[in-house]
C-alpha cells in the first residue's frame, strides 16, 4: 500500500527532531537522496553524469538549500553545475558548499541585475541555459509555500513553458520535494508548474502528489527517508496496490455456495437507457459474485438474460428481493419505478451502490455503508443539495477537498470518478487510485465500475478487512477502492490484449527494408471499449489471486 502524509503532519514528525537540533542532519539525508535521484535519472535518460550539465533553479527556503546541497554532490560526481537563484535570498550554509564545488551562480532579483529591463533580460538568457540543460532541477519552493509562483521564478517557469521546445530541446526535469506551485495536500495548482520528470519527496510523500490536477505534474515519485521513521502519523492518505487486493479479496471456501458468495441486487437501466444495466451486470458477474437478482424493465430484462443469462431478472420490488448489497441508479433517467428502487435499496439498510439516477433520490440521511460514484459533474448537484455551491471547475481543481467535504456531508462513503480516482469515508479516511489507461474515460466505464463495486460489496468479508485494520465505517472505503483498482487494471489488461492483437510481427516489412519497427502501442494506449474492461476481470482477479502468500 502506498501512503502519504500531509504536508502538516510531515512538519509535525519533524518538529521533535528540529528541536533537537538535527535540522542539518535532516537536510543532508534529504540532499544525499535528491543527489541520487539525480543520478540514477541521468544515468538511464543520458547515460551519463561525469560531464553532463546540472542546472538548479533555487529559492529562498530550505527547498532551495536541499537543492543546491544535491547539486554540490553532483559537482564531485563530475557534472557541470549551475545555480539560478530566484531570490534575493538563499540558504547560505548550501550556496557556500555549492560555490566551492565550482558551481556558477546567477542571480535573479532586480538589484543584482539592475532593474527591470535587465531582469527581464536575465530571464531570458537564464531561460537559454536552463533549455541547454542535461538535467533542471526545480528547488523554487516548498511545502510551506503557499499559491503559485511569483516574481522571477514566476517569469522564469512561464518564459520556460512558453518555449515549448523552442530552444531545441527539452531538459530532464526533477522536482525537489515537489513541482514549486503544487498544493501538497490537495493537489491543486497554482500556474505556471514546470512538469517533473521525477519528483524526489522527503520524509514521507506527500499526498498532493498522487492527487489530481498535480498527479499529472509529479512524474514518478520516489521518496527518500530522513529518518522519520515512528514520529510519522497514520497517512493522510492511502493508494492500494495489487498485492494489497491479494490479500483482501473475497476467494471462495469449500463449504460456499450461491448465496453466502454473495447476492447483489442490481436496479439500473431503462427502456431509454438499456446499456448501462447491461454493462453493470456483466461487470458483476465477471467479478465474482455468487448471484445477481436483477429488477428493472421487461424488456431490459430480456437483453440481460442474453448477455448474462445467469442473472435472475424480474420487475419486482426491492422489498422482495433477497440480496446483501444493491447496484441503484446507473441508465435510470426518466423512469420513475426504477428511481422508486433506487430510494427502496437506500432505505434498506443494506450496502448500496447509488450511481446517476439515484443522486436524485438521496435520502436525507446516508451512512458510510451507501457509497456515492459521482463523477464532477453529479458531485455539484450533490454538494448543491447539502447547502454547498460550486461548480465542475473548482471540484476538478481539488477533487480531494470536495470528495471529503461530500462525505462529511451527506454521511456517505464518496467515490469521486477521475482520471485519479479519490475515495472519501466520511471519518476523513482518504484513498485514491490512479491504475488504469487514459482510455478508460469512456461511455459505460462508469457502468463497469459501478458493477464492480456491487459485486464487491455483496461478497467481501468484513473479517478480511478488520485482520488489515479498517472496521466500520472505514471498510466501504477500502472496497471502493478495490473496486477502483481492480478498474484500472482491468482496463490496463484490455489494453495490452488489443496491443498482442493489432501489433505487427517485427519480421517482415521492417526488417525487409532496414528501418525499426514501429514503436509499441503501449508508448500511447490503444482505444477501449466499456465491454473490453469486463471481459478482462477474471484473468485479472485470477492474477490478484495468485498473488496471495502461500
Not at 210 to 224: C, K, M, N, S
Amino acid at each position: 500500500m502506498i501512503e502519504a502524509w500531509t504536508p502538516d503532519q510531515i512538519r509535525a514528525a519533524e518538529r521533535p527532531l528540529l528541536e533537537d537540533g538535527h535540522g542539518p542532519e535532516l537536510m543532508a539525508r534529504a540532499a544525499a537522496g535528491l543527489a541520487g535521484g539525480i543520478i540514477r535519472e541521468l544515468q538511464r535518460v543520458t547515460g551519463r553524469v561525469y560531464g553532463a550539465r546540472l542546472v538548479v533553479l533555487a529559492g529562498s527556503g530550505n527547498n532551495g538549500g536541499d537543492a543546491l546541497f544535491a547539486a554540490a554532490t553532483m559537482a564531485q560526481r563530475g557534472a557541470m553545475t549551475t545555480a539560478v537563484l530566484t531570490s534575493e535570498r538563499v540558504h547560505p550554509e548550501a550556496l557556500a558548499a555549492f560555490e566551492r564545488g565550482g558551481g556558477r551562480v546567477i542571480r535573479l532579483d532586480p538589484e543584482a541585475t539592475g532593474g527591470a529591463s535587465a531582469l527581464a533580460d536575465a530571464v531570458r538568457a537564464a531561460a537559454g541555459i536552463c533549455a541547454a540543460a542535461d538535467a533542471l532541477v526545480d528547488g523554487i519552493v516548498g511545502t510551506g509555500a503557499a499559491g503559485g509562483l511569483r516574481g522571477p521564478a514566476r517569469e522564469l517557469v512561464q518564459t520556460l513553458l512558453d518555449s515549448d521546445g523552442g530552444y531545441g530541446r527539452r531538459p530532464l526535469v526533477v522536482a525537489c520535494d515537489l513541482p514549486s506551485g503544487v498544493n501538497a495536500e490537495t493537489g491543486q495548482v497554482d500556474d505556471p508548474v514546470l512538469p517533473a520528470d521525477l519528483t524526489v519527496t522527503f520524509g514521507g510523500a506527500k499526498a498532493g502528489l498522487f492527487l489530481d490536477p498535480a498527479a499529472a505534474l509529479a512524474g514518478r515519485i520516489e521518496t527518500v527517508d530522513i529518518g522519520l521513521g515512528l514520529l510519522l502519523p497514520e497517512p493522510g492518505l492511502r493508494r492500494l496496490e495489487p498485492h494489497d487486493l491479494a490479500m483482501l479479496w473475497p476467494v471462495p471456501r469449500r463449504t460456499d455456495h450461491k448465496y453466502t458468495r454473495g447476492v447483489l441486487g442490481i436496479a439500473a437501466g431503462s427502456a431509454s437507457y438499456p446499456g448501462a444495466a447491461l454493462l453493470a451486470t456483466r461487470a458483476a458477474a465477471a467479478t465474482g459474485v455468487g448471484m445477481i437478482r436483477y429488477l428493472g424493465p421487461s424488456e431490459v430484462c430480456r437483453l440481460i438474460n442474453l448477455q448474462t443469462p445467469e442473472a435472475v431478472c424480474s420487475q419486482g420490488a426491492v422489498a422482495d428481493a433477497r440480496v446483501q448489497a444493491w447496484l441503484v441508479g446507473p441508465g435510470t433517467d426518466g423512469d420513475e419505478e426504477q428511481r422508486r428502487r433506487a430510494g427502496d435499496a437506500m432505505a434498506s439498510g443494506l450496502p448500496v451502490v447509488a450511481d446517476a439516477g439515484a443522486f436524485d433520490v438521496l435520502p436525507a440521511e446516508l451512512g458510510p455503508h451507501v457509497v456515492l460514484t459521482p463523477h464532477a459533474g453529479e458531485l455539484v448537484r450533490i454538494l448543491e443539495a447539502q447547502g454547498v455551491a460550486t461548480d465542475r471547475e473548482h471540484i476538478e481543481a481539488s477533487p480531494a477537498e470536495f470528495a471529503a467535504l461530500a462525505a462529511g456531508l451527506t454521511g456517505a462513503t464518496v467515490l469521486l470518478k477521475g482520471a485519479v480516482t479519490v475515495i472519501a469515508a466520511p471519518n476523513g479516511l482518504l484513498f485514491c487510485q490512479d491504475d488504469g489507461p487514459d482510455w478508460l474515460a469512456t461511455a459505460g466505464s462508469g457502468d463497469t465500475l459501478a458493477g464492480i463495486l456491487g459485486a464487491l460489496a455483496a461478497t467481501i468479508r468484513s473479517e478480511q478487512l478488520e485482520a488489515a485494520g479498517f472496521a466500520e465505517p472505514e471498510r466501504w472505503a477500502v472496497v471502493a477502492a478495490m473496486a477502483a483498482c481492480l478498474h484500472g487494471l482491468a482496463g490496463a489488461e484490455a489494453a495490452r490484449r488489443g496491443e498482442a492483437a493489432s501489433t505487427p510481427s517485427p519480421g517482415a516489412a521492417g526488417a525487409a527494408s532496414g528501418r525499426c519497427a514501429p514503436p509499441s502501442l503501449s508508448a500511447l494506449g490503444r482505444p477501449l471499449a466499456a465491454s473490453d474492461i469486463s471481459a478482462a476481470v477474471p484473468d485479472v482477479v485470477g492474477r490478484i489471486i495468485a498473488g496471495r502468500n502461500p
